[in-house]
């Protein structure tokens, strides 16, 4: 069974449906391999990361789609550091059963953490800068 540090560092992936009928799907939950410290998993020093255990996956959707109604479910991130707080909304909720060991074929990753580039940096203060007037001043005086 994976580590508690190699979860702190799990990320799901290859989620694909079991069938078309369905609205069930398969995933993996993917750790990073001989539980290395988060200080290898960025750069060029990327480390491998191993399958460890396979869930079945639900999505369920927290909208009528029927109608329009507002979304009232968000996700809050907050940024004490530049106190900014920013938000993102959440349609949907995934239910993950419990794991089971993954198929024999699943090759082993390796995942890379990319630089944020500028255009990255922007879209993300823009976004902030909707919910954080003085972020939003910020960023006019800053590409006036």
């Known amino acids: 069974p994976p580590t508690q540090e190699q ?3 799990a990320m799901i992936a290859d989620v694909e449906r079991k069938e078309q009928q369905n609205q069930r799907m398969m995933c993996h939950l ?17 480390s491998p990361y191993d399958v460890t ?7 369920i959707p ?12 968000f996700f809050f991130f907050f940024d004490e550091e530049n106190q900014v707080v920013t938000y993102h909304p959440v349609q949907s909720r995934v239910q993950l059963s419990t ?4 198929r ?5 990753m390796d995942i890379l953490r990319e630089e944020m580039s500028p255009e990255d940096i922007y879209e993300y203060q823009s976004r902030a800068a909707e919910v954080d007037d003085e ?10």
């Open 99 to 102: 794991g089971r060991l993954p």
């Open 7 to 9: 979860l702190s560092h």
């Open 30 to 46: 993917l750790v990073p391999a001989d539980d290395r410290d988060s200080e290898n998993l960025d750069g060029e020093n990327a």
């Open 135 to 144: 972020l939003a001043e910020k960023i006019m005086e800053h590409h006036a």
């Open 53 to 59: 255990q396979q869930y079945d996956l639900d999505v």
């Open 62 to 73: 927290l909208n009528d789609d029927e109608d329009d109604s507002p979304d009232i479910n």
């Open 104 to 108: 024999e074929d699943v090759a082993p």
